[in-house]
């Protein structure tokens, strides 16, 4: 499948997050010099450089539980704080949103449209403060240079391996449920009307060629939906109308963000820390997520004067209770990594991928790795 | 004059079809047979017995009125008449319109991927089973289905390269090849090609593709041919085509018993070009139908014309060896995600992520050059962007289909026909 997917993937999920944290923080009365604080850190941590180099990277999709730990590491990357449940509860409002801009785009290359959208969106947040927003234009700038060269049949590739990694998850959002977006069953409403997409016509028509060429016949079927003519194109550039509404934010106004879970099994969702089992996969993971995570600068936990928790959730005893109820099955099984200075986490990592080195393997990479992966932790 | 019936509805007549008794000698071969419908005209006071002679099992056999006394026999290959009083008969319908209706679905352990083509089915006779295909991730789901629909049969083939046990590859697609001699079904992901014997029991060949150091993602537009013998796993690759310059998308070919019909092979790619080829000891370029930067999603290959379906929901069918362009039909309003044409019928299946199926009715005359696609049936599968759809038998009596997310094959079987008469 596509190794270009990762940034789209990450940007587009980054977006969703934002609008969440930023309608909570609001609906929290977070006093506004510290929510923008919350939101800066964000951004700024998104758009770090030499994380963005990683990332762009040729490189195949993250599994869903290396890509949570990324972002769990984003939420946190400031002062604010979130329990496992409203974490679950943001990733999995992300999620769902993303994929369902995902299948709704008309053509496949329309999701650059989204990611623009979400974009756009970013930089307005920011646009008080140059020194992010400058970040913010050179990451454009990395999408336009990367993406829009590309043609439609790698844009369906892109889209087809971000369905594969959205396959099965059938949460149902309260806002999605509200606007007949979503079914009962966690199903998204895909409508037989509306503008078909540029490019396409209408369906219904037949036209049969002589050999010369000529147009001999034009007959008429019809299609079974109610369709009307393609809306015009959106820009692809650092600026204008994206026309799409995929990817805007649907939070801004105020709306309750819930999450219904099907299934009743109670289960302990913590963290779970890397499974000791040689897993090979696992390993090549790990160093993956290292080396993008170099990049992520994390707050110390130590000061907890300035911090504060946002609750994704009406109330504490809901997100209790939803901690408690969370289904065995939606549990994303987060790899704990810390790539701080902090000694004895470094040392658990060294021990954590020296159990992965297989007796079998020629390379004897496992050493040489972790040594780097120590390198590049201490250079932070 | 038109005529519609249903074909649930009672026929008139008692038929003996398929028994082997009253001297018929019934031939079977893949479920059609060939021999005579004995009638037995019952009911009006005498009996009578005819005799006709069908190519294909009749499907459906109607007794139009009592003044005409007319009797038309469905088949999807053809329709027949015969007129009782002096047993004349003829072909001479068009068929107009078919009305599907539900078969039970087969459940699936997992849920179909969003690929092109993503549903593969065979038949086979002997047994009286059918096998389905649908691919999730990096597992291949096949599902073996007897035909009274009694006894369903499991199992899951997953994507391994043989040396190295890290990775498991996303597969991009799994199809049965129905060759001379055998059958094989063909898994292809990003690592490599695997062939197994048809029932997906043992694995006969393993083709590695090479992992360039910085992996792109797109393949590079090589068709690999591969000799197979009728038995055992001593294939070879023995050519490697290169025509292409983009991913190819779909492969298809058409085992014609005329010796005027050249080409047997059509490939496409990702830009919408297609390559004609003629196979042999070595396989020649025929023709090469350019495309117009839109993906060439499915295509198919029948009585010398290509039909191919396109990223933006239109449906062409060319002449293959001279790239005239016979039809154009703006078929779907999203991305075409499969094509299946029943050889003996000529009816066309295709189906996108509009969620909707539609079935045409094709009739290509090589002789004189003319072609003709009609529109019969549109079927919404309700909120699902389907990403196979495969008639389940060489006539088309039968389809089914599959969608991204969807953990069922839907199946559907004609209710009901629509025919008129040529005047």
Same mark, same amino acid.
């Given at each position: 499948?596509?190794?270009?997917?990762?940034?789209?993937?990450?940007?587009?999920?980054?977006?969703?997050?934002?609008?969440?944290?930023?309608?909570?923080?609001?609906?929290?009365?977070?006093?506004?010099?510290?929510?923008?604080?919350?939101?800066?850190?964000?951004?700024?941590?998104?758009?770090?450089?030499?994380?963005?180099?990683?990332?762009?990277?040729?490189?195949?999709?993250?599994?869903?539980?290396?890509?949570?730990?990324?972002?769990?590491?984003?939420?946190?990357?400031?002062?604010?704080?979130?329990?496992?449940?409203?974490?679950?509860?943001?990733?999995?409002?992300?999620?769902?949103?993303?994929?369902?801009?995902?299948?709704?785009?008309?053509?496949?290359?329309?999701?650059?449209?989204?990611?623009?959208?979400?974009?756009?969106?970013?930089?307005?947040?920011?646009?008080?403060?140059?020194?992010?927003?400058?970040?913010?234009?050179?990451?454009?700038?990395?999408?336009?240079?990367?993406?829009?060269?590309?043609?439609?049949?790698?844009?369906?590739?892109?889209?087809?391996?971000?369905?594969?990694?959205?396959?099965?998850?059938?949460?149902?959002?309260?806002?999605?449920?509200?606007?007949?977006?979503?079914?009962?069953?966690?199903?998204?409403?895909?409508?037989?009307?509306?503008?078909?997409?540029?490019?396409?016509?209408?369906?219904?028509?037949?036209?049969?060629?002589?050999?010369?060429?000529?147009?001999?016949?034009?007959?008429?079927?019809?299609?079974?939906?109610?369709?009307?003519?393609?809306?015009?194109?959106?820009?692809?550039?650092?600026?204008?109308?994206?026309?799409?509404?995929?990817?805007?934010?649907?939070?801004?106004?105020?709306?309750?963000?819930?999450?219904?879970?099907?299934?009743?099994?109670?289960?302990?969702?913590?963290?779970?820390?890397?499974?000791?089992?040689?897993?090979?996969?696992?390993?090549?993971?790990?160093?993956?997520?290292?080396?993008?995570?170099?990049?992520?600068?994390?707050?110390?936990?130590?000061?907890?004067?300035?911090?504060?928790?946002?609750?994704?959730?009406?109330?504490?005893?809901?997100?209790?209770?939803?901690?408690?109820?969370?289904?065995?099955?939606?549990?994303?099984?987060?790899?704990?990594?810390?790539?701080?200075?902090?000694?004895?986490?470094?040392?658990?990592?060294?021990?954590?991928?020296?159990?992965?080195?297989?007796?079998?393997?020629?390379?004897?990479?496992?050493?040489?790795?972790?040594?780097?992966?120590?390198?590049?932790?201490?250079?932070? | 004059?038109?005529?519609?019936?249903?074909?649930?509805?009672?026929?008139?007549?008692?038929?003996?079809?398929?028994?082997?008794?009253?001297?018929?000698?019934?031939?079977?071969?893949?479920?059609?047979?060939?021999?005579?419908?004995?009638?037995?005209?019952?009911?009006?006071?005498?009996?009578?017995?005819?005799?006709?002679?069908?190519?294909?099992?009749?499907?459906?056999?109607?007794?139009?009125?009592?003044?005409?006394?007319?009797?038309?026999?469905?088949?999807?290959?053809?329709?027949?008449?015969?007129?009782?009083?002096?047993?004349?008969?003829?072909?001479?319908?068009?068929?107009?319109?078919?009305?599907?209706?539900?078969?039970?679905?087969?459940?699936?352990?997992?849920?179909?991927?969003?690929?092109?083509?993503?549903?593969?089915?065979?038949?086979?006779?002997?047994?009286?089973?059918?096998?389905?295909?649908?691919?999730?991730?990096?597992?291949?789901?096949?599902?073996?289905?007897?035909?009274?629909?009694?006894?369903?049969?499991?199992?899951?083939?997953?994507?391994?390269?043989?040396?190295?046990?890290?990775?498991?590859?996303?597969?991009?697609?799994?199809?049965?090849?129905?060759?001379?001699?055998?059958?094989?079904?063909?898994?292809?992901?990003?690592?490599?090609?695997?062939?197994?014997?048809?029932?997906?029991?043992?694995?006969?060949?393993?083709?590695?593709?090479?992992?360039?150091?910085?992996?792109?993602?797109?393949? @590079? #537009?090589?068709?690999?041919?591969?000799?197979?013998?009728?038995? *055992?796993?001593? %294939? =070879?690759? $023995?050519? +490697?085509?290169?025509?292409?310059?983009?991913?190819?998308?779909?492969?298809?070919?058409?085992?014609?018993?005329?010796?005027?019909?050249?080409?047997?092979?059509?490939?496409?790619?990702?830009?919408?070009?297609?390559?004609?080829?003629? @196979? #042999?000891?070595?396989?020649?370029?025929?023709?090469?139908?350019? *495309?117009?930067? %839109? =993906?060439? $999603?499915? +295509?198919?290959?029948?009585?010398?014309?290509?039909?191919?379906?396109?990223?933006?929901?239109?449906?062409?069918?060319?002449?293959?060896?001279?790239?005239?362009?016979?039809?154009?039909?703006?078929?779907?309003?999203?991305?075409?995600? @499969?094509?299946?044409?029943?050889?003996?019928?000529?009816?066309?299946?295709?189906?996108?992520?509009?969620?909707?199926?539609?079935?045409?009715?094709?009739?290509?005359?090589?002789?004189?050059?003319?072609?003709?696609?009609?529109?019969?049936?549109?079927?919404?599968?309700?909120?699902?962007?389907?990403?196979?759809?495969?008639?389940?038998?060489?006539?088309?009596?039968?389809?089914?289909?599959?969608?991204?997310?969807?953990?069922?094959?839907?199946?559907?079987?004609?209710?009901?026909?629509?025919?008129?008469?040529?005047?």
């Amino acid at each position: 499948m596509s190794t270009r997917t990762l940034p789209l993937l990450f940007i587009n999920l980054g977006g969703e997050m934002l609008y969440i944290l930023d309608q909570r923080l609001r609906a929290q009365n977070i006093p506004a010099d510290k929510a923008k604080k919350v939101m800066n850190d964000i951004i700024t941590t998104m758009f770090n450089k030499k994380f963005l180099e990683e990332l762009f990277k040729p490189q195949e999709l993250y599994s869903k539980k290396a890509l949570r730990t990324v972002f769990d590491r984003l939420a946190h990357a400031s002062i604010m704080r979130l329990n496992q449940a409203s974490m679950d509860k943001l990733y999995d409002l992300m999620t769902m949103a993303f994929k369902y801009q995902v299948l709704l785009c008309p053509r496949p290359k329309d999701i650059l449209l989204v990611s623009f959208n979400h974009m756009d969106a970013i930089k307005d947040f920011v646009k008080d403060t140059p020194s992010i927003l400058s970040q913010v234009d050179e990451t454009y700038q990395q999408l336009i240079e990367m993406y829009t060269p590309l043609s439609n049949g790698e844009f369906q590739l892109i889209r087809q391996t971000l369905l594969i990694f959205f396959q099965d998850m059938h949460i149902r959002v309260s806002i999605f449920l509200k606007d007949k977006v979503q079914n009962s069953n966690g199903r998204f409403v895909l409508p037989t009307n509306g503008p078909v997409p540029r490019g396409t016509q209408i369906p219904g028509l037949i036209r049969i060629f002589s050999c010369s060429g000529e147009e001999l016949t034009r007959l008429q079927f019809s299609n079974g939906g109610n369709y009307s003519s393609a809306l015009r194109e959106g820009s692809f550039e650092m600026f204008g109308n994206r026309v799409t509404k995929l990817g805007t934010n649907m939070y801004s106004v105020s709306r309750p963000v819930e999450t219904h879970m099907s299934g009743t099994s109670k289960s302990s969702a913590q963290h779970t820390k890397v499974n000791a089992a040689p897993n090979p996969l696992a390993k090549e993971e790990l160093n993956m997520l290292a080396r993008l995570m170099g990049g992520l600068e994390v707050q110390k936990p130590g000061s907890t004067d300035t911090g504060f928790r946002v609750n994704l959730f009406a109330t504490d005893e809901e997100e209790e209770e939803a901690l408690i109820s969370r289904p065995n099955e939606l549990s994303y099984g987060v790899i704990s990594i810390q790539a701080t200075k902090d000694q004895q986490a470094n040392a658990e990592l060294t021990k954590i991928m020296g159990e992965f080195t297989e007796s079998g393997d020629p390379s004897s990479s496992a050493s040489s790795k972790g040594e780097d992966l120590l390198a590049l932790m201490d250079g932070l | 004059m038109a005529y519609s019936w249903d074909c649930s509805r009672e026929v008139h007549l008692d038929v003996w079809l398929n028994t082997g008794a009253q001297g018929v000698a019934p031939d079977q071969i893949n479920g059609c047979w060939r021999g005579h419908v004995k009638l037995s005209l019952c009911g009006f006071g005498h009996q009578e017995k005819r005799n006709l002679n069908c190519t294909r099992q009749p499907r459906q056999i109607a007794y139009l009125s009592t003044d005409t006394k007319l009797l038309l026999f469905i088949t999807t290959g053809e329709i027949r008449w015969m007129r009782l009083e002096n047993k004349r008969q003829g072909i001479n319908f068009n068929l107009l319109r078919t009305m599907f209706h539900k078969e039970k679905s087969i459940q699936l352990k997992n849920s179909a991927s969003a690929l092109y083509n993503n549903l593969s089915v065979l038949r086979i006779a002997p047994r009286r089973l059918t096998y389905f295909t649908v691919v999730h991730a990096n597992v291949v789901n096949m599902v073996s289905t007897s035909w009274d629909g009694l006894n369903y049969s499991h199992r899951q083939l997953q994507s391994k390269e043989p040396n190295v046990a890290t990775s498991t590859s996303l597969i991009m697609q799994a199809a049965f090849c129905a060759l001379p001699s055998r059958d094989l079904l063909v898994v292809s992901s990003q690592k490599g090609i695997q062939m197994y014997e048809s029932d997906g029991s043992i694995m006969v060949y393993w083709h590695a593709l090479d992992t360039p150091e910085a992996p792109t993602g797109v393949s @590079s #537009g090589a068709v690999l041919v591969f000799d197979v013998p009728s038995k *055992g796993s001593n %294939i =070879t690759l $023995s050519e +490697v085509l290169e025509e292409h310059k983009e991913a190819i998308t779909d492969i298809a070919s058409e085992c014609s018993g005329s010796q005027e019909c050249l080409a047997n092979l059509v490939t496409a790619d990702d830009g919408g070009n297609m390559c004609v080829w003629k @196979s #042999g000891e070595e396989f020649q370029l025929l023709n090469k139908i350019p *495309g117009l930067d %839109i =993906t060439c $999603s499915s +295509v198919k290959l029948w009585k010398g014309t290509v039909l191919a379906g396109y990223g933006t929901g239109q449906i062409r069918l060319y002449e293959a060896v001279t790239g005239i362009l016979h039809a154009e039909v703006n078929a779907h309003a999203r991305w075409i995600y @499969s094509l299946d044409v029943a050889p003996f019928s000529g009816l066309l299946l295709s189906a996108a992520e509009d969620s909707f199926v539609r079935v045409w009715h094709l009739a290509i005359t090589p002789e004189t050059n003319s072609v003709e696609i009609a529109h019969l049936h549109n079927e919404c599968v309700t909120d699902t962007q389907i990403c196979g759809a495969k008639f389940c038998d060489g006539d088309g009596y039968a389809f089914a289909v599959t969608g991204y997310d969807l953990s069922e094959i839907i199946r559907r079987v004609p209710a009901s026909w629509t025919v008129s008469q040529d005047t």
